[in-house]
């Protein structure tokens, strides 16, 4: 089991910056790769931004260049770091990590950027 708990959320003017955390614990040592997630209202789940195990990193291209994924091992947290917000940026955020085929998550977190 893992249990995960973001923090960080809130709402902010669009162009303005804000740093998501996501705190894990249990099983971390076998956790394969952390990635934040976000759902707009009426909209599916999608893959933000990913880091694996190796530390190799992977974003979805409305975010690339604006968010930046981190983690720091001995915290066991993740960050992401939101830069240049939209609108669009606007969706509740989820902690996921993944280990082999089986994903866990965060209770997520709302992000909420105006225009």
């Known amino acids: 089991q893992v249990q995960l708990v973001e923090s960080g959320g809130g709402l902010v003017q669009a162009g303005g910056s804000l740093r998501l955390s996501c705190a894990a614990s249990?099983?971390?040592?076998?956790?394969?790769?952390m990635g934040w997630y976000r759902q707009a209202p009426g909209k599916q789940r999608e893959l933000v931004a990913a880091?694996?195990?190796?530390?190799?990193?992977n974003y979805v291209d409305s975010v690339k260049g604006r968010f930046t994924i981190s983690r720091d091992n001995a915290k066991n947290t993740l960050y992401l770091s939101m830069n240049s917000l939209k609108s669009e940026d606007t969706a509740v955020y989820f902690c996921?990590?993944?280990?082999?085929?089986?994903?866990?998550w965060g209770q997520g977190t709302q992000v909420t950027v105006s225009s």
């Open positions: 880091i694996t195990s190796g530390g190799s990193t």
């Open positions: 996921n990590a993944r280990i082999y085929e089986y994903d866990y």
């Open positions: 249990g099983r971390i040592f076998s956790i394969n790769r």
